[in-house]
């Protein structure tokens, strides 16, 4: 997340995109900053767009009318292109969300990123991966639309895409990440190493609304909360260590046979 005082752009594929999840999505994004321009892009006298209708008055966005030109062209996308780029010189807002699961906006994303520009990504899981990596964070819609189910139950995604086993996720971001002499790390700091290792890094995805609840789960870490001079406090997280003194089967086994050895030796000499 950012600072709630940052303007953002939402800029909307409506060609690419169903008004189902609308709210939830404002909802989501409202998380990044303030919501300065909300455009929805595509040919408004088609009939395939008539569900956005009652939608866009109701979350006041601002309907950009594109016809298509030429057949085989997507004059949306380059509508919406033109939009950003007039946006990203006017100086107006500090960050971008791009709605949208198509790949062509990849080089927008791309350059808006080297010119400072916050990129919020939205689509669904189908969205190529240059778009979701040319991101700082993507979300993906089936994510909200599962934000109503039950604590600990992750939503179904396609047997394509299947999150990553979050042991693997997990272990690998924590020895990557900065710790102290125990190994313990912050939330934040391990929050921030797994989105930008992977923008689309989502803990809905394994069925937890927030990383800690997911990391707090997870038996093979362990967390801590510290409490600063502020009064609040900060949870950390590191990998479960065996307790001092506990040992396993094949540890015990090399021991019991020195013990024996020893033990026939005293006899030997006795």
Request: net charge neutral; aromatic share 8%.
């Amino acid at each position: 997340m950012t600072d709630d005082n940052s303007r953002l752009a939402v800029l909307i594929d409506a060609d690419n995109t169903s008004p189902k999840l609308i709210k939830e999505m404002f909802e989501e994004l409202a998380g990044y900053g303030t919501l300065t321009v909300k455009r929805a892009y595509g040919d408004w006298t088609n009939t395939h767009l008539s569900g956005w209708k009652e939608h866009l008055l109701a979350n006041a966005i601002s309907p950009q009318q594109q016809f298509a030109y030429t057949s085989g062209k997507n004059a949306t996308d380059s509508a919406l292109i033109i939009d950003a780029m007039d946006l990203l010189y006017s100086g107006n807002v500090e960050g971008f969300a791009i709605v949208s699961s198509d790949s062509d906006f990849t080089p927008l994303a791309t350059r808006l990123r080297e010119s400072g520009k916050r990129v919020i990504g939205v689509g669904q899981r189908k969205t190529p991966k240059a778009f979701v990596e040319a991101c700082e964070r993507f979300v993906f819609l089936e994510v909200l639309q599962g934000d109503s189910a039950t604590p600990g139950q992750a939503t179904e995604p396609s047997k394509d895409d299947q999150p990553r086993p979050i042991q693997s996720v997990l272990t690998k971001a924590l020895n990557k990440v900065d710790s102290d002499d125990d190994d313990w790390t912050s939330l934040g700091a391990l929050g921030n190493h797994l989105n930008r290792t992977d923008p689309s890094f989502d803990s809905r995805n394994y069925g937890f609304a927030k990383l800690g609840d997911l990391v707090k789960g997870q038996p093979f870490l362990e967390t801590k909360t510290v409490t600063g001079a502020s009064g609040r406090g900060q949870l950390w997280v590191r990998l479960k260590r065996r307790r001092t003194g506990a040992e396993t089967p094949a540890e015990k086994a090399p021991a019991k046979k020195t013990a024996r050895k020893t033990a026939r030796k005293a006899v030997s000499e006795s």
